[in-house]
């Protein structure tokens, strides 16, 4: 996804101002900026802006980040930049810490300096399976096909179209649906860039656990799914979980764990 590496090489000052003025409406007086450091052109103008716009009164700097799945997260990027840890069930502010990313930073300042509301999204669209990949600002409401349409057209190897990330998105099966204000990515992917190798049981080697940011423990929340059992799956933090994806990543059993784990929460929750 590279929605938004793509403004902050193209809006840096608009982002840089909505930084301000959050900071401006929270009274608060220091921003960091966390960018990855596999992104030297965006961190080079974000540094720019980010000097250019501090004062006395507002400090904004930016972090480069070690490049690593799942950092984006509020709660890894919180400790990545301050060394703070938010408790689990809390939010950032139980740590003094508010998180914005730079879409938000950016609609913020257009809805506050033009009056504009957030009615269009920068929006990826990368994968084998269409013809021309782009990063595109749509108007949120735009079906699917009309981005297709605009790209020219499907590839014939196209496998699945996936809203969202590799890691974190959901599988879609017509064009007909529309891009919303949280729609950060449309991957059009080919058949080698998926597995659909069918999952086998839980052979307990534990690279879930090892794997998960949180410190959980997907398997048992697998298994208890599995087991018809989703409401005692609270015991092992199944709504400390952000479905990041790792835990499936990893798995040599193939196991939709997240899938599980959305499961456990829609039954834990009746």
């Not at 090489?9 to 930084?19: C, K, P, Q, S, T």
């Not at 509020?74 to 879409?103: C, D, F, W, Y």
């Not at 990041?244 to 990543?249: H, K, L, Q, R």
Request: contains cysteine; charged residues 20%; positive net charge.
């Amino acid at each position: 996804i590279t929605s938004d590496h793509r403004q902050m090489l193209e809006y840096a000052a608009d982002i840089v101002e909505g930084a301000k003025i959050i900071l401006k409406i929270l009274g608060i007086k220091q921003c960091y900026i966390g960018i990855e450091n596999n992104k030297p052109d965006a961190i080079q103008a974000m540094t720019e802006a980010a000097r250019a716009a501090s004062t006395a009164d507002c400090s904004l700097a930016v972090k480069t980040l070690t490049v690593k799945y799942p950092q984006g997260s509020e709660k890894q990027l919180i400790q990545a930049i301050t060394g703070r840890k938010v408790p689990a069930m809390a939010l950032p502010s139980a740590v003094g810490v508010v998180v914005h990313n730079v879409s938000t930073a950016r609609a913020i300042r257009d809805a506050v300096v033009l009056g504009k509301p957030l009615y269009d999204k920068v929006v990826t669209i990368a994968g084998k399976g269409i013809a021309r990949p782009a990063n595109l600002l749509v108007k949120v409401g735009t079906k699917i096909a009309d981005i297709v349409n605009y790209l020219g057209g499907l590839k014939p190897d196209l496998a699945k179209i996936v809203m969202g990330g590799p890691m974190m998105g959901f599988a879609v099966s017509n064009l007909d649906i529309p891009v919303t204000k949280t729609t950060s990515a449309i991957l059009f992917l080919a058949a080698d860039e998926i597995d659909t190798t069918p999952h086998s049981q839980c052979i307990r080697c534990g690279w879930c656990l090892d794997a998960c940011p949180m410190g959980l423990e997907p398997k048992e929340i697998a298994i208890y799914v599995e087991a018809g059992r989703p409401q005692d799956t609270a015991q092992f933090g199944v709504f400390e979980c952000f479905e990041c994806g790792s835990c499936a990543y990893v798995c040599p059993a193939k196991r939709p764990i997240v899938q599980f784990v959305r499961l456990a929460k829609m039954k834990a929750k009746r």
